[in-house]
């Protein structure tokens, strides 16, 4: 990807699995990486070094955060400080924005 510019429509999901997808944009210290999640994708438990913004926009899901769990909807998120085990469950077929930094060196293959 080229410019200054993107508009989510020019790019291609990439499938993670039968019920995930993303699509990627960087810079050299931050990445957005719009997931499309369907109802059953749920994200194991995880962690990683990177800190990591998301915001739901559309779709129900449940944070699952350290310690910490919320059922979130559009225009809601979370974040997750580094090396903090995360996790979703999917209740609603579900986009969602993430930002990490820096960024993830695995989602550009």
């Not at 993107?6 to 997808?21: C, G, M, P, Q």
């Not at 926009?57 to 979370?78: D, F």
Request: hydrophobic share 45%; with cysteine.
């Amino acid at each position: 990807m080229n410019g200054v510019f993107f508009n989510w429509d020019d790019i291609e999901w990439t499938e993670t699995d039968a019920l995930s997808a993303r699509k990627v944009v960087t810079l050299n210290n931050v990445m957005f990486v719009l997931f499309r999640l369907l109802k059953g994708a749920d994200a194991p438990p995880h962690c990683h070094p990177h800190e990591q913004l998301s915001t739901m926009l559309s779709g129900r899901i449940i944070a699952h955060i350290g310690h910490e769990q919320l059922e979130l909807g559009p225009m809601q998120g979370y974040r997750v400080p580094p090396n903090v085990p995360h996790k979703v469950t999917v209740l609603e077929d579900a986009l969602i924005l993430d930002a990490f930094s820096p960024i993830r060196q695995e989602f550009l293959t």
